[in-house]
């Protein structure tokens, strides 16, 4: 003869938040002087679709952003319209709130140039928290050419 206990399940363990998932879109314009021998205006338009992770005590631990952009660069009054491209970034934090990775990957450009057809494309990765503002080229990956992309403004 043996006795069957049966051990009782507390469900008390704290479990993690759901996600949090918005969209939302933006316009703006800012100046990089740091690709081309000149300053180029750069105005990009986005939709990003947001999705925020957190932990059980619902600290954010990871954000994904899926990025639909189109970015239009302004100098020397020439105008080029880069086309729609998407690409998808990771963030993740720390206990503090602090970022400690932050990473794209896709194409993270793609404009027509003005010469006979060419395009310049770049598309890898972009490690963020190695750049200050804006990225033109991938870090890994097919960085584009820079040197075509200057040259269309004259520079």
């Not at 999705?51 to 105008?79: C, M, P, S």
């Not at 690409?87 to 602090?98: A, L, R």
Request: proline share 5%.
């Amino acid at each position: 003869m043996f006795t069957l206990g049966v051990i009782g399940f507390s469900a008390s363990t704290a479990f993690a938040a759901p996600p949090e998932r918005l969209t939302w879109s933006a316009s703006f314009s800012f100046e990089d002087d740091v690709t081309c021998s000149g300053p180029v205006s750069i105005n990009p338009s986005v939709t990003v679709q947001q999705t925020d992770f957190y932990d059980k005590n619902g600290v954010l631990t990871t954000r994904l952003l899926h990025w639909n952009e189109q970015d239009t660069f302004i100098a020397n009054g020439v105008t080029l319209v880069g086309d729609m491209f998407q690409f998808s970034e990771h963030i993740q934090y720390d206990s503090t709130g602090t970022v400690i990775s932050d990473w794209a990957d896709g194409v993270a450009e793609r404009i027509p140039l003005p010469n006979g057809g060419l395009v310049f494309i770049s598309a890898g990765r972009i490690d963020w928290l190695n750049h200050s503002g804006f990225a033109l080229s991938a870090d890994i990956g097919n960085p584009g050419d820079v040197a075509a992309f200057c040259a269309a403004f004259g520079q």
